[in-house]
DNA sequence: CTGAATCCCCAGCGATACTG
DNA sequence: CAGTATCGCTGGGGATTCAG
């Protein structure tokens, strides 16, 4: 990393605006379970551990306002929505894999 | 990432755990700002924009607790007190460097 | 099935003043 | 210089219930 870009990053706080999009307490384990493909609702919730139900609508509704998901209403009985990532999203996913792998490492 | 790969990140909740190491709201610049080498608290209180000192004296031993950074103390006056990241934190470099990517590109 | 609405709690964070 | 010690807040997050 060179000097320049970390003056950016503490100087405009770059790291605080990331932050705020994927910094969330789920936000991640979501983008993970989406890594694999649209997800419904009910799925997600199955998928993400522990995660209550006014969580996920909070994350999903913030991460969409973030341009990360796209969400999709079929009107069935009963409802189906669906959750996909954007390209935005998916570009998240090298941060997400090195992440992982140093927690691989280095976590316990 | 493979499926086996996210059903460990999701069941076993690895990213909670790589969170509550480097998910707080400081922890990223810090380490950041430890990436060019040692830096004494004073350096890093003016490094790390805003960072007050409270905040900055508990991200540290938070993360001197969690092997991220060595804590180095010499009994001069005034006090000299040194931190430098560990082979576990700079480590981290990879993980960060591609956030920043993803927030160059994206954020904004 | 997919949320919206409430209520509530506490941990994270900030500001400031003080000390060896 | 490098922290401690207090005080206070606010909002993130949890549990639960209701609705279309």
Redesign the interface.
Known sequence: ?S?K??EK???K???????D?I?G?WS??II??L??GTKRFNELQK????INTRMLVKELKNMEEN?IVIREVFATVPPTVQYTLTE?GR??????????????????
């Not at 706080?13 to 932050?19: A, K, N, P, S």
């Not at 570009?91 to 976590?107: A, D, Q, R």
């Open positions: 990393m000097k870009n970390s990053i503490l100087g706080c770059v790291i605080q605006e990331i932050l999009i910094g307490k991640m384990s993970f379970a890594l694999h998928l993400v551990t522990n341009g935005k570009k998240l996913e090298p941060s997400l894999t090195e992440l992982f792998k140093w927690g691989e490492e280095f976590v316990n």
